[in-house]
């Protein structure tokens, strides 16, 4: 591929050893890790120690893809393998060789063409060799790279002093110009004294599946020149107390999070005691004597919610215009200040240090929901000595998250709980609740108008039945927003998509020429899907006339969906009026689960979900693995309950239309899904003949695979011993599900079907305490019923009805 042809976004970038780390982190066939260079000086050369075949080629066959992406020259220098060897295995990973050798864009060397041309070897000729090959390769493309067997050392007599000078030179040849290398040595091939040279003078290895950098590495100068011993005295020296220093600052890191922990972890402490803690925490670490956190307002004010030091300007609960303060300098930076003089900032001479004479200055911002909320802050009346760390520089990033994780946490309790009292008050009309809902939903997420549309027909226009904001004060059907049906409209594409769809600045994309954006305006749209019933019946949407400067959150677009599908409740009431009690039941206790059994898992998971995404994982001692062992419970709890929670509400609004559906095929398609349960257990399943019957055929697969999980689950020391029967009674079907189980108490029987109603704790069974309370759901969408009859310690036996079918034959 030449330079003109290449199509590769990093075209024309030059190539460096970040580059070949690039190429092993994006590839399947290197299993990692990868480090990355940190800092580090290092040439664009890396020493590849294998043992097998297959480590051999789990490096080269990604270096070589990836510079074929790039538009890169490779050249490939076989020993060991042959040439017919090295391109089968290209071919087998998905690499077109016959273009790429056909292009010129891959050649093959072997060593006497290239190390031993002259019939022995000559690091002054090799140079020269890698110096033209380069400059040959970079007039037509991007760079050369190289992959090198080197083998042949073995049986060449060349001697370690002669490969050292070699890699010494090579060493300076690649940094200064366009050529990345991989020399590949087989450790089973060469003594150990030579592997050690090797991996003493080569700064990046490769090695049992990991690219590292080499702690090891010493410059071939130091390592062979006169002033060896010197040097490596000076290394062990400098690598002892590097090492201690390593440790210490690790034994800082560790009592920082767990000193970290203990404050965020505090449940009996307010949201206001906890960022007071945070702030003395942070004010000890950094050094700093003034810690605050303040909040910004629309209106120009800044407010400060909390402070820790003696200052008279920086204090709990002072408010102050924004204008002129260091909070301004930080929410118009791109990111996190770090200042540690003000005067080699050139602060000292404006209007920030004329009022507040803050000489450091440590600080980041707090967003919640995408929008900027406020700033977290450090400082000191005087300089800082030394500079801030990239540890300090993370454990500020982990104060801040965490007070953007509770404050998000409140605002999705405090919509859930608002939007609960707009549904649930029995004084306000259908349109009342929608108007308040509506009006509230677009001020949550700062926009102007939203509204409901109706599709009356699939094929015909959708009818913005319900508008706040605009368009609302329409007298006739004219002044009534319609939308054409066709591919690309924003409702259109809404109501066929399962989750909310939204695009926060239509301009530039497919939306454009939208007719809401062309006649109406509408530049910014989040919009979900509406049902009654089993039937779309139009969307549920919020937007603006301006783009919105940031992106719908997940968060936004959950609560949008949860507002749909109350009015998805609502629409379908009106058809069914015996179901308003019970549709307000389920929005009632859908709410409160939302904003109570869901707080501790979120919180663990804004906890310490961070802390995995940090650096400091390979180093945890005890308390950081149980930090590990919260973080992937809270979140594996969070997304059992949300993804349960989401099943369980969508059960009417995005369930499929009845059909007849054969018992026997759904049973035997569970089977099949559960047989390494069936297995593990010597679960036995015995079943009579079962019948047709009308309804959601992946309903009923939800209601037998739950019902026979659990009885497989409870069913105590003994193999599980299942039987399913059928019995008609007039136009039902009873279907009972009989287990040899531990039983359950009389007094909980009525407890099971409950939402989020767990009898035993988690260290005894796992689950969610949702899947009885889906499978009553579901049955209920059916108008059957369910129900268990049992006895402790003599199994249980859990029966459903179906609406009937006509018979098989």
């Not at 501790?600 to 961070?610: A, K």
Request: charged letters at 30%; one cysteine or more; aromatic letters at 10%.
């Amino acid at each position: 591929m030449s330079k003109n042809a290449t199509s590769s976004d990093v075209a024309g970038e030059s190539v460096t050893l970040e580059t070949g780390l690039e190429a092993f982190q994006s590839s399947p066939e290197f299993s990692g890790p990868v480090e990355g260079l940190d800092g580090h000086d290092c040439n664009d050369h890396f020493a590849h120690i294998y043992e097998t075949r297959e480590e051999k080629f789990e490096a080269a066959v990604p270096f070589v893809r990836h510079g074929l992406e790039r538009g890169e020259r490779i050249a490939y220098v076989v020993d060991q393998s042959t040439e017919t060897e090295v391109r089968s295995t290209l071919r087998a990973a998905g690499i077109d060789v016959p273009a790429a050798v056909g292009s010129g864009a891959l050649v093959f060397y072997t060593v006497d063409e290239t190390y031993l041309r002259d019939g022995s070897f000559d690091p002054h000729e090799m140079i020269q060799f890698y110096a033209d090959a380069t400059a040959e390769a970079t007039e037509e493309f991007e760079a050369l790279r190289l992959v090198a067997e080197m083998s042949w050392i073995r049986d060449d007599g060349t001697t370690i002093e002669q490969l050292m000078e070699y890699e010494s030179k090579i060493n300076e040849l690649f940094d200064h110009e366009d050529v990345l290398a991989i020399c590949q040595y087989d450790r089973d091939l060469f003594d150990p004294e030579l592997i050690q040279d090797v991996i003493r003078t080569h700064p990046h290895l490769i090695y049992d599946g990991a690219a590292c950098h080499n702690f090891y590495y010493t410059p071939p100068e130091e390592l062979f020149g006169d002033d060896a011993p010197v040097h490596e005295n000076e290394r062990m020296l400098r690598t002892l107390r590097e090492r201690t220093t390593a440790k210490a600052e690790l034994q800082a890191r560790e009592r920082f999070l767990k000193e970290l922990y203990d404050v965020t972890a505090d449940s009996d402490q307010s949201f206001e005691e906890t960022v007071r803690r945070l702030l003395e925490l942070g004010s000890e670490r950094f050094g700093l004597e003034i810690g605050y956190f303040a909040r910004t307002t629309t209106d120009e004010t800044v407010e400060i919610v909390e402070a820790v030091g003696d200052h008279d300007r920086i204090a709990t609960s002072v408010t102050d215009t924004l204008r002129d303060t260091y909070c301004e300098k930080l929410l118009a930076a791109p990111g996190r200040i770090a200042v540690t003089d003000a005067a080699e900032a050139d602060w000292t001479a404006d209007r920030a240090y004329e009022q507040f004479g803050l000489d450091a200055y440590f600080a980041t911002t707090v967003h919640v929901s995408g929008a900027e909320y406020g700033t977290l802050c450090f400082a000191s009346e005087r300089p800082r000595e030394e500079p801030y760390t990239e540890t300090e520089r993370t454990y500020l990033d982990l104060m801040g998250q965490w007070i953007e994780s509770e404050l998000e946490r409140q605002q999705r309790e405090t919509f859930l709980q608002e939007s609960y009292q707009i549904t649930a008050d029995p004084t306000l009309t259908f349109e009342t609740k929608l108007e308040r809902l509506l009006d509230f939903g677009r001020e949550w997420m700062g926009l102007e108008a939203a509204g409901v549309t109706h599709l009356p027909a699939w094929d015909d226009r959708f009818r913005n039945e319900f508008t706040i904001g605009y368009g609302d004060d329409a007298d006739d059907e004219s002044d009534v927003m319609w939308t054409d049906p066709g591919e690309g409209c924003f409702c259109r594409e809404v109501i066929e998509s399962d989750d909310p769809v939204g695009m926060a600045d239509v301009r530039a994309t497919e939306w454009e020429d939208d007719p809401i954006h062309r006649e109406h305006g509408l530049s910014c749209y989040l919009g979900t899907k509406v049902m009654n019933g089993s039937t779309p019946y139009g969307t549920l949407w919020v937007g603006s006339t301006e783009p919105r400067d940031r992106e719908f959150t997940d968060t936004e677009r959950t609560f949008l969906e949860l507002m749909g599908q109350w009015v998805s409740y609502e629409i379908e009431r009106e058809h069914r009026e015996q179901a308003l009690e019970e549709s307000n039941a389920r929005l009632e206790q859908f709410a409160y689960a939302a904003s109570h059994d869901l707080q501790e898992p979120l919180r663990m998971v804004s906890s310490y979900l961070r802390l995995i995404e940090s650096q400091y994982g390979d180093a945890l001692d005890g308390d950081g693995e149980e930090f590990l062992e919260f973080a992937v419970d809270g979140a594996d709890r969070m997304r059992e309950m949300i993804d349960g929670l989401l099943a369980y509400s969508r059960v009417e609004t995005r369930g499929d239309p009845f059909e007849p559906v054969d018992l026997e095929t759904v049973l035997e398609d569970v089977r099949q899904d559960l047989q390494l349960q069936i297995e593990d257990t010597n679960a036995e399943i015995t079943a009579a003949t079962l019948p047709r019957v009308k309804g959601d055929d992946n309903q009923l697969r939800q209601v037998v695979q739950n019902l026979l999980e659990n009885a497989i689950t409870y069913s105590g020391d003994s193999a599980p011993r299942i039987r399913i029967d059928a019995n008609r009674r007039k136009q039902k079907w009873v279907i009972s599900v009989r287990d040899n189980g531990i039983g359950i108490e009389p007094e909980e029987q009525d407890r099971i079907f409950d939402i989020f109603d767990r009898l035993h704790n988690r260290e005894e069974y796992e689950g969610t305490g949702l899947g009885l309370a889906l499978c009553q759901r579901i049955v209920e969408r059916h108008d059957g019923e369910i129900w268990v009859e049992s006895e402790p310690g003599n199994g249980s036996t859990f029966s459903f009805t179906l609406p009937a079918v006509a018979d098989r034959d």
